[in-house]
């Protein structure tokens, strides 16, 4: 008799480690698009602060462990809000609001240190709530706005949402901001427009990168240097406070600057050179806006790039730290320029930006700021030829602690010793009295750092005034609650 061969118990065995395996790859594959939801959604969080995203379309890791999404909208805040972004949403036509009030990427690419390394590291973790993270990159392609509005949502400041270019549309009178359809209306031929974060932290200090680009247009790069509260992944940089130390642009045209100059020149029945002088007539009410006016080098510099493109590059470091709570109060207000040491690099200029505070002056109507300039002037266009030397702004009237009356400017007159100290110098108490009438920045015991104007000053309290959107708030520094102040201007 032949011997029994147990077939079927192997055959059962055999079944059971295919199953096995294949749970264990549905196991694996699970946690990985968990872990990759996760990391897409903290990493946007992170570039947009905390701003609305919707990711439409499949999110998944590739083969290296990059994790790469489609179709990504990036929403703006309710009209009915103060964000810029919000404001421009509201000044389309209604029939398209819906649509300018998204912001939309093809797709988006995620790295990370380590790629698949840091997921089986953070295996057990699939929302990676507890993962520690020192850097990402985060490249975004195929972006397109309708309302105008940059997709950093004000980051980079005054650059074109798809041109990429600085003050794009300034000078233009029928023109607030450009769309793409208008830039090929140009002559150019803009390819897709790109948006990549690289950041990166250590030590406790987080270096940031944005470049924004449309190939065959522009293309700016906006770099950034912060120190951090306290310990933290970069997962989490939305969630803590900041100091920045350092921000600077460099801005890189190719071929915007003079189809833009062309093409409004045209339309405005101008010639290039009027029209390039009502460009640069709109920067400079833009700036007065905050209360800003520039030295003649950095406006020579400027109307050089306005005219011709090429390079321009801007920024420096602080004289004292930009604390992340006042960021967009002190952007908005200028606070944050007057406190920048930069420089300006333009062709063979190299120069330091010497800003001076004037009180400001907001521009009444909205929409394009030339239009706006040529209201203020009773409906007549203002000459714009070579700019006319810049004048000292005119003094400030401040009101001292005894009701009397006197003036503020870089000629500081008053009873009290001369001001010593160089911008961001420390200042105690008993020296605030020489400042008077100057920009500071405050710290005391209950409250974020804040920079305001000192108005006045006494032995018990100080006096100061604060710029806001609209006109200004006054506030009231016990002496117990100082801690100390930092000269700006």
């Known amino acids: 008799m032949g011997r029994k061969v147990a077939y079927a118990p192997r055959r059962g065995r055999a079944r059971w480690f295919v199953l096995v395996g294949l749970a264990l790859v549905g196991g694996v594959g699970y946690v990985a698009h968990q872990q990759a939801n996760a990391l897409a959604g903290q990493v946007l969080n992170v570039a947009f602060a905390n701003s609305d ?8 890791p ?20 103060s964000a810029p972004a919000a404001e421009a949403a509201a000044a389309v036509a209604p029939d398209s609001a819906d649509e300018a009030a998204r912001l939309h990427f093809e797709r988006l690419r995620i790295t990370v240190p380590g790629g698949w390394s840091f997921f089986l590291a953070n ?17 975004i392609d195929g972006f397109d706005s309708k309302a105008g509005v940059d997709p950093t949502l004000g980051v980079l400041g005054p650059i074109g949402a798809i041109s990429a270019s600085p003050f794009e549309s300034e000078g233009c009178m029928q023109h607030a901001y450009f769309v793409r359809d208008e830039l090929v209306a140009m002559g150019l031929k803009p390819g897709k427009t790109s948006l990549s974060y690289d950041v990166r932290e250590a030590n406790d200090r987080v270096t940031t990168q944005i470049v924004l680009m449309t190939p065959g247009v522009s293309r700016t790069q906006y770099n950034r240097e912060e120190t951090l509260a306290k310990d933290i992944s970069v997962l989490h940089l939305a969630d803590v406070a900041t100091a920045t130390h350092a921000e600077s642009w460099d801005v890189s045209d190719q071929g915007f600057v003079d189809a833009r100059n062309a093409w409004c020149a045209k339309q405005d029945g101008v010639d290039k050179e009027t029209f390039v002088g009502r460009h640069l007539a709109s920067v400079l009410r833009l700036l007065e806006v905050r209360g800003l006016v520039p030295d003649a080098g950095t406006v020579t510099s400027y109307r050089d790039f306005a005219w011709k493109g090429g390079q321009f590059a801007f920024g420096g470091t602080y004289a004292s730290p930009l604390h992340s709570s006042e960021r967009t109060a002190a952007r908005r207000d200028g606070a944050a320029m007057l406190r920048l040491q930069a420089k300006v690099e333009h062709g063979a200029h190299n120069d330091p930006v010497q800003w001076r505070g004037t009180m400001p002056k907001p521009l009444a109507e909205r929409g394009a700021t030339f239009a706006a300039i040529v209201k203020e002037h009773g409906g007549v266009a203002p000459a714009t030829g070579a700019p006319d030397p810049i004048e000292p702004p005119a003094p400030v009237v401040v009101h001292t602690a005894n009701n009397g009356v006197r003036t503020a400017s870089s000629e500081y007159a008053s009873s009290f010793d001369a001001p010593t100290a160089p911008p961001g110098g420390r200042l105690a108490w008993e020296q605030l009295a020489q400042y008077q009438g100057h920009t500071l920045q405050f710290f005391t015991m209950h409250a974020e750092p804040r920079t305001a104007t000192l108005v006045s000053v006494d ?5 100061v005034r604060a710029r806001m959107e609209g006109g200004h708030a006054d506030y009231r520094i016990s002496r117990e609650a100082f801690e100390r102040a930092l000269l700006i201007q």
């Open 123 to 139: 295996l057990v973790d699939m929302r990676l709530e507890k993962a520690n993270l020192d850097g990402f990159k985060l490249a």
């Open 53 to 60: 995203t919707e990711i439409r379309g499949l999110v998944y």
């Open 459 to 463: 032995g018990r309290e100080a006096h």
């Open 62 to 81: 590739d083969w290296n462990g990059d994790v790469v999404a489609s179709d990504v909208s990036l929403y703006l805040a309710s009209p009915a809000g």
